[in-house]
């Protein structure tokens, strides 16, 4: 039975309990006593017997009462802790003064690769938890707050953080740590800070080209394998690259995109493979996460990864065939399960040619190829692309504009757009903000370069009698050229020049140009 006695404290009174109960042969199990209360536990009696003890024991001077219970206080307190450290998502371990291991819940675990049965009782040391930081707490009494550590069991690296529990002569009389899975909480630094998912509904196009490859990149989403995206800058390769991981089965990890040639040399090692515990000056305290880890069970976008230098190919061919990857300054390997996009805009095949860029490394990224076309390749998207920039633009910069006037779409289809949807883009944005009616007019448009963006007329020499059929023929000949760099198609150089389809054809034959 279990008994809840409130009492007037006085001397004796436990004597005074204990004693009946020894006069009635009962014995006591366990007794928890707090100011003006007793816990009581004893062995099991008839419940007439229960009753005349309770009588007996009401009548002992001081005691105000009595009632039966389902449990000790220190039962429910060990049930309460014991669902507490279940139910929570990160590890819990503590430790007595003697460095023995007194608390170890299912998350730490899982955490730390180790079953409870192996660990509880046992010393730190035995339990190979040698990095957790909770030595030196107990030692110092210092507190450490979401370190980074190796776990040498697991293989990988956790976040821990440590508080050392003090009597009242402030003596450290045991450690508490908590464990932090270091995926989970970059996946929550990455829920919480990344930007909304892009999926290929988001990409707007109404060209066929288009069509066809927004159809190859959804077969290849649901593939695990590397994608190298090639394509002209700023026709939205990293567009494409979140839709493919958007549209994965990673799709609700990390994606890590990051620019190989906005970084140097020197640093972009660290940021991709990250460091260990003082391996350079400067070096952050528990050392770094690189890319890699970061995008661990994900996708890492390479961007530009034609910009990779000599040295760091090597080290990249390494993670992508061993899928393992080692800190700068640490003779740790951890496993990653990372799903590679790379994207360039160089030509790598003559690179590899030129032996600029290995062989090896190109034939692991170019498993799955994807190329997205220019600008001026889709004639039929500039009309599409340039209306969506004009109504977001309008919108953001609160401008009536509505639409393009008939010589201004003109002018945008006219162009070339040697930087593709981008320049499409910050050009429609100069536009919106120069408009001041509802319509933008070609005036409003600016496209090359603002400044010396006029082509030189071209020149004719004079070192030789020429008639003038001939000087206009030479004139001709050049205008013919540089438009058909910039337009390859016989319709398009039409609509430039002026011409007829049929006349831009015969010209073309004149001259020996074509459009191969």
Known sequence: MYLRILYIDRIGVVHDITAI????????????VEKNKIYLECQSVPIQQCKDCIAELSRITG??????????PCKERAEQLDAILTSVHDGILSVNPDGLITQYNPAAARILNLPVKKVIGKPLEAALFKNLLIQETLQTGCQYHNREVYIDGGNSYCVVSTIPLKNNDNEVVGVVALIRDTQEVRSLMNNMTASLPMTFADIPYASAVMRQVVNQARRYAASDSTVLIRGETGTGKELFARALHSSSTRAGAAFVPINCAAIPETLLESELFGYARGAFTGAAKGGKPGMFELANGGTLFLDEVGEVSAHLQVKLLRVLQEKRVRRVGSTKEVAVDVRIIAATNRNLEDMVADKIFREDLYYRLNVIPLLIPPLRERFEDIQLLGELFLKHFAEKLHNPVQGFSAAALQRLQDYNWPGNVRELKNSIERSVNLVDGTLV??????????????TAPPSVQFEKYQTLEERLAEVEVVILKETLRRFRSSRRMGAVLGLSHTAVLKKLRKYDFSLD
């Open 63 to 72: 005691i105000q009462k009595i009632d039966e219970i389902s449990a000790m």
């Open 441 to 454: 007019q070609p005036e409003h448009i600016f496209l090359g370069r603002l400044s010396g963006s006029q």
């Open 21 to 32: 109960l020894a006069k009635r042969r009962m014995n006591i199990v366990s007794m928890e």
